[in-house]
């Protein structure tokens, strides 16, 4: 089994995301480790870049906090180092596709499979251009982690097929950030994925409270959680460890409940 597959054995996987360097490196993995002690399952982790289009102001302005504090691919990589020393937990990457095509696709996977990264999601490159990075990806044991959006339309089935690691359903139009309402049909949406796919599906863009945490746990085998836990981080700063350990246990027990 897998290290992904085995954040979605015991139930419901809660996902919990951090913008590597906001603030520092330091702070990053303190983060990490609360987040895992509060009830993460897989661990999401941001490369900071200059242009992040899929995301909303939040996770925007939590990269520009990172590079500013001189964070890079290099660094982003010695912290998974770091949190390797102290926990198992599934780790996937967020990176935007430059970053990891200037740093070199053999390399950059080579890293990860020794770091113990085991997953990456890619929000700017199209299904239909993946092939030559998964092939490479794959050869390191690395998954490319698959988008589905609400637009993705009569290619779910498609991308559902090809995936591998979990499928990452986008609740949501627009960019990332917290939402109040979901106006996106999504237990249709993840009838198509799992008439074409075994693989786990998470849902993210824009769940931050315990109660909508528990109403997509009731339809999917995990939920994504970025820009409330990147807020935390903007508003608590260096002191935000304690704040992200309340609000994910939160969050983990809302999903508890609702299995």
Do not use: W
Not at 89 to 114: D, K, Q, W
């Amino acid at each position: 089994m897998s290290k992904i597959a085995q954040a979605f054995k015991n139930g419901t996987a809660f996902i919990g995301f951090v913008t590597g360097g906001d603030p520092t490196m330091e702070k990053s993995e303190e983060f990490i480790l609360e987040m895992v002690r509060g009830g993460t399952d897989l661990v999401e982790i941001g490369i900071p870049f200059s242009d992040p289009m899929a995301e909303g102001l939040v996770i925007q302005e939590a990269n520009i906090r990172a590079l500013s504090a001189g964070a890079t691919v290099d660094k982003v990589f010695d912290l998974v180092a770091s949190v390797r020393q102290k926990t198992d937990v599934p780790i996937v990457f967020l990176s935007y596709l430059n970053p990891v095509f200037n740093y070199g696709y053999p390399r950059f996977f080579a890293r990860c499979a020794e770091l113990g990264v085991d997953g990456i999601i890619i929000p700017d490159l199209p299904f239909e251009e993946k092939g030559e990075l998964a092939e490479i990806a794959s050869g390191y044991g690395v998954d490319v982690i698959s988008l589905i959006a609400p637009t993705s339309e009569q290619r779910i089935e498609q991308i559902a097929k090809g995936a591998t690691g979990f499928i990452y359903v986008v609740s949501s139009m627009g960019v990332t950030g917290m939402r109040s309402e979901f106006k996106t049909d999504l237990p249709a949406i993840l009838e198509v994925v799992r008439g074409s796919s075994s693989i786990p599906t998470a849902v993210g863009f824009g769940i931050n409270t315990p109660q909508q945490a528990g109403e997509i746990a009731k339809i999917a085998d995990g939920v994504i959680v970025g820009s409330a836990i990147v807020k935390l981080i903007e508003k608590h700063g260096e002191n935000a460890g304690s704040y992200i350990y309340d609000y994910v246990k939160s969050m983990k027990n809302a999903i508890r409940e609702s299995e």
